[in-house]
Structures are given as C-alpha cells and as structure tokens.
T-cell receptor, first 109, second 114 residues
C-alpha cells in the first residue's frame, strides 16, 4: 500500500526565515511526486510535479526536490502570504494519488 | 475561464437524508475524482472515473455513490449509509493522456450532517 508521510505537522516562521518541509513516500513504481498549496476552506492549488530522483523545480520562493525516498519543499525568505497548508502526494502506476496529511505553515510579519 | 466548479459551497442535511454534491469541469479532462478531507488527515479517495460511463471505488467508497453520464460531470451522492458524512468534499480532474499526471481541484463543498 502506498504511503506518504509529511513532517512537521505545523511550522511557524518569522518573515524571511527560510525552512524546509519533508515528504517521505513509500510507493511501488513512482510515477510522480506532487506538491499542492491549500488555503483554509479552499481546494488545493497545484504547485509542482517531480518525476525522478535528482529533479528540482522552483516557483518564486518555493523549491521542490526529490530523492528516491523523500521530497523536500524549501521556502526561501518566506512572506506572510506564503502561510498555507502544503500537501504532498505520490502517484503509483495506476494514476491514483496518495496524500500526506499536510504541513501547516504560518509566517509572521 | 477553464476550471472545476463544485456546488454548493456549504450544505446542511439531517441524518437519514441522501444528498448529492455537484462537480462540473470544462477542462476537457477524461478522469475525475472525489476525495474527502477531515482535519489532520490526508485526502482520501472515494471514487474515480477515467472515462464516461465507467468508475471505480476508491479507498472509502462505502456509503457513497457516483455516476459519470457526461464527460464534464461527476456527481457524488452521500447516502444515509455513510456513518460519518460531515466533511469537506473535493472534486478533481486530470487529463487522461500522457504527462503530466497532476490533478486539478475544485473549491470544495463543506457538508454538515446533524
């Protein structure tokens, strides 16, 4: 059974204080590793897809990386508007996504 | 604008009543999905459909039913058999061919059953 575990559950940062979120996965035949951002009461917003170990993708202050067992979402010099829950999901061969519980990030001005 | 719409945003029902949640997409995507989100838990897959007139059970299908009569529509019925129906329900869609495999989500429906 595919499993995705995210840590920490919650992260409180000062504006400008860089940090990383972890996503550990156990899937048979990884097709893709996905990161989403979710604001309270809204649907998840797609951020990145990573397909193979060593791959990296960036968008503004966010950078996602992938190894054979983990993915990291690095937030560089965060701003209050980066406050959200970040979800990680892994896809195995049958195109279903297995989601982690998320990391809730709060950035204080 | 292309996207996924879910209605209503909030839904209140009494125990014992069936309720249907709407999901429509104009992205011309082949696959559609229903998830349930509870506090502190990851999204859990209820049902998915990769093509019109075909759908498969996800991990928590008991007490739910779906139909896929049109490519753009994938309604979810929460039946009275679902023991804990109060949750945030999310619909998603994905293009059925080639990379990428990411799913795009609607805004969600919050269902409260009392």
């Amino acid at each position: 059974e595919d499993q995705v575990t995210q840590s920490p559950e919650a992260l409180r940062l000062q504006e400008g204080e860089s940090s990383s979120l972890n996503c550990s996965y156990t899937v048979s035949g990884l097709r893709g590793l996905f990161w989403y951002r979710q604001d309270p009461g809204k649907g998840p917003e797609f951020l990145f897809t990573l397909y193979s170990a060593g791959e990296e993708k960036e968008k503004e202050r966010l950078k996602a990386t992938l190894t054979k067992k983990e993915s990291f979402l690095h937030i560089t010099a965060p701003k209050p508007e980066d406050s959200a829950t970040y979800l990680c999901a892994a896809s195995s061969n049958d195109y279903k996504l297995s989601f982690g519980a998320g990391t809730t990030v709060t950035v204080r001005a | 604008d292309g996207g996924i719409t879910q209605s209503p945003k909030y839904l209140f029902r009494k125990e014992g009543q069936n309720v249907t949640l709407s999901c429509e997409q104009n992205l011309n995507h082949d696959a559609m999905y229903w998830y349930r989100q509870d506090p502190g838990q990851g999204l859990r897959l209820i049902y998915y459909s990769q093509i019109v007139n075909d759908f498969q059970k996800g991990d928590i299908a008991e007490g739910y039913s779906v139909s896929r009569e049109k490519k753009e529509s994938f309604p979810l019925t929460v039946t009275s058999a679902q023991k804990n129906p109060t949750a945030f329900y999310l619909c998603a869609s994905r293009s059925g061919t080639g990379d990428p495999y990411e799913q795009y989500f609607g805004p969600g429906t919050r269902l409260t059953v009392t």
